[in-house]
Protein backbone atom coordinates (compact mmCIF):
# COMPACT_ATOMS: atom_id res chain seq x y z
CA UNK A 1 0.00 0.00 0.00
CA UNK A 2 2.73 2.74 0.61
CA UNK A 3 4.51 1.61 -2.16
CA UNK A 4 1.34 2.37 -4.35
CA UNK A 5 0.97 5.83 -2.14
CA UNK A 6 4.56 6.32 -3.22
CA UNK A 7 4.01 5.77 -6.83
CA UNK A 8 1.15 7.52 -6.84
CA UNK A 9 2.90 10.48 -5.47
CA UNK A 10 6.04 10.06 -7.98
CA UNK A 11 3.27 10.51 -11.18
CA UNK A 12 4.25 13.29 -12.68
CA UNK A 13 0.94 14.78 -14.51
CA UNK A 14 1.74 17.38 -17.90
CA UNK A 15 0.25 20.87 -16.95
CA UNK A 16 -1.02 22.79 -19.68
CA UNK A 17 1.14 25.26 -21.03
CA UNK A 18 -0.26 28.97 -22.13
CA UNK A 19 1.64 31.40 -24.61
CA UNK A 20 2.33 34.65 -22.80
CA UNK A 21 2.61 37.53 -24.44
CA UNK A 22 5.31 39.47 -24.88
CA UNK A 23 5.31 43.41 -24.77
CA UNK A 24 6.91 45.12 -27.44
CA UNK A 25 9.55 47.60 -26.47
CA UNK A 26 8.94 51.47 -27.01
CA UNK A 27 11.76 52.30 -29.33
CA UNK A 28 13.31 55.66 -29.31
CA UNK A 29 12.18 58.04 -32.80
CA UNK A 30 15.19 58.28 -34.73
CA UNK A 31 16.14 61.86 -36.36
CA UNK A 32 15.55 59.61 -39.60
CA UNK A 33 11.58 59.44 -38.51
CA UNK A 34 9.90 61.41 -41.72
CA UNK A 35 7.19 62.15 -38.97
CA UNK A 36 9.35 63.81 -36.74
CA UNK A 37 11.01 66.04 -38.87
CA UNK A 38 7.53 67.39 -40.12
CA UNK A 39 6.66 67.94 -36.81
CA UNK A 40 10.16 69.60 -35.96
CA UNK A 41 9.71 71.81 -39.33
CA UNK A 42 6.10 73.39 -38.05
CA UNK A 43 7.08 74.34 -34.61
CA UNK A 44 10.30 76.06 -36.65
CA UNK A 45 7.69 77.79 -38.99
CA UNK A 46 5.00 78.82 -36.16
CA UNK A 47 8.27 80.04 -34.03
CA UNK A 48 9.52 82.14 -36.87
CA UNK A 49 6.02 83.75 -37.94
CA UNK A 50 4.36 84.68 -34.22
CA UNK A 51 8.28 86.43 -33.91
CA UNK A 52 7.62 88.23 -37.22
CA UNK A 53 4.15 89.29 -35.91
CA UNK A 54 5.25 90.42 -32.38
CA UNK A 55 8.28 92.59 -34.57
CA UNK A 56 5.51 94.00 -36.80
CA UNK A 57 3.46 95.06 -33.46
CA UNK A 58 6.28 96.50 -32.44
CA UNK A 59 6.44 98.93 -35.08
CA UNK A 60 3.37 100.63 -34.38
CA UNK A 61 3.78 103.86 -32.41
CA UNK A 62 1.49 105.43 -30.30
CA UNK A 63 -0.87 108.28 -31.11
CA UNK A 64 -3.45 110.23 -29.62
CA UNK A 65 -7.18 110.77 -31.28
CA UNK A 66 -9.89 112.97 -30.41
CA UNK A 67 -12.25 111.62 -28.18
CA UNK A 68 -15.42 113.29 -29.88
CA UNK A 69 -15.51 116.11 -32.46
CA UNK A 70 -13.13 118.88 -31.03
CA UNK A 71 -13.83 122.69 -31.86
CA UNK A 72 -10.92 125.49 -32.38
CA UNK A 73 -11.02 127.02 -29.07
CA UNK A 74 -11.28 123.97 -27.03
CA UNK A 75 -9.45 123.21 -23.94
CA UNK A 76 -7.39 119.84 -23.62
CA UNK A 77 -8.29 117.99 -20.44
CA UNK A 78 -7.28 114.40 -19.58
CA UNK A 79 -10.17 113.18 -21.20
CA UNK A 80 -9.99 114.88 -24.62
CA UNK A 81 -7.56 112.11 -26.40
CA UNK A 82 -7.49 109.04 -26.01
CA UNK A 83 -4.15 106.46 -27.28
CA UNK A 84 -3.83 104.55 -30.42
CA UNK A 85 -1.09 102.38 -31.93
CA UNK A 86 -0.55 102.76 -35.70
CA UNK A 87 2.23 101.99 -38.02
CA UNK A 88 2.20 105.04 -40.11
CA UNK A 89 3.98 105.74 -43.71
CA UNK A 90 6.80 107.45 -44.14
CA UNK A 91 6.39 111.00 -44.39
CA UNK A 92 3.11 111.15 -42.42
CA UNK A 93 4.44 112.34 -39.42
CA UNK A 94 3.41 115.53 -37.21
CA UNK A 95 1.28 114.10 -35.17
CA UNK A 96 1.06 113.85 -31.32
CA UNK A 97 2.65 111.24 -29.64
CA UNK A 98 1.00 108.90 -26.87
CA UNK A 99 4.08 108.05 -25.20
CA UNK A 100 4.06 111.52 -23.58
CA UNK A 101 1.39 112.95 -21.38
CA UNK A 102 -1.33 114.32 -22.65
CA UNK A 103 -0.73 118.28 -22.99
CA UNK A 104 -3.80 119.57 -20.82
CA UNK A 105 -4.77 122.99 -20.75
CA UNK A 106 -3.47 123.58 -24.57
CA UNK A 107 -6.04 125.06 -26.96
CA UNK A 108 -7.02 123.65 -30.22
CA UNK A 109 -6.57 125.54 -33.01
CA UNK A 110 -8.96 123.66 -35.57
CA UNK A 111 -11.60 121.19 -35.63
CA UNK A 112 -11.19 117.42 -35.05
CA UNK A 113 -13.63 114.49 -35.86
CA UNK A 114 -13.97 112.34 -33.15
CA UNK A 115 -11.21 109.36 -33.91
CA UNK A 116 -9.09 111.78 -35.71
CA UNK A 117 -5.44 111.75 -35.57
CA UNK A 118 -3.85 115.01 -33.64
CA UNK A 119 -1.76 116.94 -35.68
CA UNK A 120 0.70 118.55 -33.42
CA UNK A 121 0.16 122.16 -35.31
CA UNK A 122 -3.44 121.62 -34.12
CA UNK A 123 -2.16 123.00 -30.41
CA UNK A 124 -1.37 126.21 -29.21
CA UNK A 125 -1.20 127.94 -26.02
CA UNK A 126 -4.80 129.18 -24.73
CA UNK A 127 -3.66 133.15 -25.51
CA UNK A 128 -2.71 132.69 -29.15
CA UNK A 129 -6.20 131.29 -29.89
CA UNK A 130 -8.22 134.33 -30.74
CA UNK A 131 -11.79 133.34 -29.72
CA UNK A 132 -14.00 133.27 -26.66
CA UNK A 133 -17.17 131.53 -25.79
CA UNK A 134 -19.67 133.49 -25.97
CA UNK A 135 -23.64 132.90 -25.18
CA UNK A 136 -26.67 134.04 -27.35
CA UNK A 137 -30.93 133.15 -26.86
CA UNK A 138 -31.96 132.48 -30.37
CA UNK A 139 -35.46 131.23 -31.75
CA UNK A 140 -35.93 127.30 -30.64
CA UNK A 141 -36.92 126.28 -34.14
CA UNK A 142 -33.73 127.53 -35.72
CA UNK A 143 -31.46 125.30 -32.97
CA UNK A 144 -33.68 121.87 -34.24
CA UNK A 145 -30.92 119.52 -35.32
CA UNK A 146 -28.00 121.48 -34.54
CA UNK A 147 -25.25 120.01 -33.05
CA UNK A 148 -21.73 120.78 -30.92
CA UNK A 149 -18.96 121.99 -33.27
CA UNK A 150 -21.66 122.55 -36.37
CA UNK A 151 -20.63 126.25 -38.08
CA UNK A 152 -23.34 128.44 -37.90
CA UNK A 153 -24.14 132.13 -39.74
CA UNK A 154 -25.55 134.42 -37.14
CA UNK A 155 -27.68 136.88 -38.16
CA UNK A 156 -29.31 140.33 -36.21
CA UNK A 157 -31.99 141.72 -36.43
CA UNK A 158 -32.12 145.19 -33.71
CA UNK A 159 -34.93 145.09 -31.50
CA UNK A 160 -38.05 147.28 -32.86
CA UNK A 161 -38.34 149.25 -30.08
CA UNK A 162 -34.47 149.88 -29.05
CA UNK A 163 -31.74 152.16 -29.57
CA UNK A 164 -31.19 152.66 -33.70
CA UNK A 165 -34.32 151.40 -34.13
CA UNK A 166 -35.58 154.30 -36.83
CA UNK A 167 -31.89 154.04 -38.37
CA UNK A 168 -32.09 153.33 -42.12
CA UNK A 169 -29.05 150.51 -41.29
CA UNK A 170 -31.21 148.74 -38.56
CA UNK A 171 -32.54 145.69 -40.64
CA UNK A 172 -31.19 142.41 -40.51
CA UNK A 173 -27.83 141.95 -40.83
CA UNK A 174 -24.99 139.16 -41.30
CA UNK A 175 -22.92 139.36 -37.62
CA UNK A 176 -20.89 136.46 -37.48
CA UNK A 177 -19.99 134.18 -40.18
CA UNK A 178 -19.27 130.19 -39.64
CA UNK A 179 -19.07 130.71 -36.07
CA UNK A 180 -18.61 127.33 -33.83
CA UNK A 181 -21.19 125.68 -31.98
CA UNK A 182 -19.97 124.89 -28.35
CA UNK A 183 -23.30 124.27 -26.49
CA UNK A 184 -27.04 123.85 -27.06
CA UNK A 185 -27.07 125.13 -23.26
CA UNK A 186 -30.83 125.12 -22.49
CA UNK A 187 -34.58 126.10 -23.84
CA UNK A 188 -36.53 128.74 -22.16
CA UNK A 189 -40.29 128.63 -21.92
CA UNK A 190 -42.81 129.64 -24.57
CA UNK A 191 -44.62 128.31 -27.71
CA UNK A 192 -43.99 128.48 -31.22
CA UNK A 193 -41.95 131.47 -32.29
CA UNK A 194 -41.99 132.69 -28.63
CA UNK A 195 -39.40 129.42 -27.45
CA UNK A 196 -35.66 130.47 -26.87
CA UNK A 197 -32.99 128.83 -26.56
CA UNK A 198 -29.18 129.57 -25.53
CA UNK A 199 -26.81 128.39 -27.39
CA UNK A 200 -22.80 129.34 -26.66
CA UNK A 201 -20.33 129.89 -29.72
CA UNK A 202 -17.26 130.45 -30.07
CA UNK A 203 -16.62 134.35 -31.65
CA UNK A 204 -13.58 135.41 -32.51
CA UNK A 205 -12.43 138.32 -29.94
CA UNK A 206 -12.45 141.14 -32.08
CA UNK A 207 -16.40 140.51 -32.25
CA UNK A 208 -16.99 139.70 -28.43
CA UNK A 209 -18.33 142.87 -28.18
CA UNK A 210 -20.72 143.24 -31.26
CA UNK A 211 -22.44 140.24 -30.15
CA UNK A 212 -22.72 141.17 -26.82
CA UNK A 213 -24.18 144.75 -27.29
CA UNK A 214 -26.79 142.72 -29.66
CA UNK A 215 -27.89 140.36 -26.92
CA UNK A 216 -27.89 143.52 -24.36
CA UNK A 217 -30.31 145.23 -26.73
CA UNK A 218 -32.33 142.65 -27.03
CA UNK A 219 -31.83 142.15 -30.74
CA UNK A 220 -33.31 138.77 -32.50
CA UNK A 221 -30.22 136.74 -32.96
CA UNK A 222 -30.82 133.81 -35.81
CA UNK A 223 -28.65 131.44 -36.18
CA UNK A 224 -28.19 129.28 -39.59
CA UNK A 225 -26.59 125.51 -39.88
CA UNK A 226 -23.38 126.58 -42.92
CA UNK A 227 -23.77 124.22 -45.88
CA UNK A 228 -21.46 121.45 -44.80
CA UNK A 229 -22.40 120.47 -41.07
CA UNK A 230 -20.35 119.34 -39.33
CA UNK A 231 -17.16 120.26 -37.31
CA UNK A 232 -13.97 119.70 -39.20
CA UNK A 233 -15.81 120.59 -42.82
CA UNK A 234 -15.61 124.10 -43.11
CA UNK A 235 -13.57 127.33 -42.34
CA UNK A 236 -14.73 130.23 -40.40
CA UNK A 237 -14.28 132.89 -37.65
CA UNK A 238 -13.49 130.80 -34.91
Known amino acids: MSE ?5 QGVVRPM ?3 AV ?3 KRLERPSWRDSRLMVGIILVLVSATLGARLVASADERTPYFVAVDDLVAGDRVTGATFRRVDVALSDGMGGYLRADFPVPVGKALTRDLRAGELVPSSALSDPGEVDVQRVTVRTDATATVGLDRGQRVDVYVTPDAHGA ?3 D ?5 ELLLEAAAVVE ?4 EGGFGAAARTSVQLYVPTGQVKAVVEAVDH ?4 TVVPVSGGPAGTSGGGA
Do not use: C, N, R, Y
Open 168 to 172: EDSGT
Open 21 to 23: PTA
Open 218 to 221: DAKI
Open 164 to 166: GAE
Open 16 to 18: SVH
Open 184 to 187: IVAS
Open 4 to 8: LHHAH
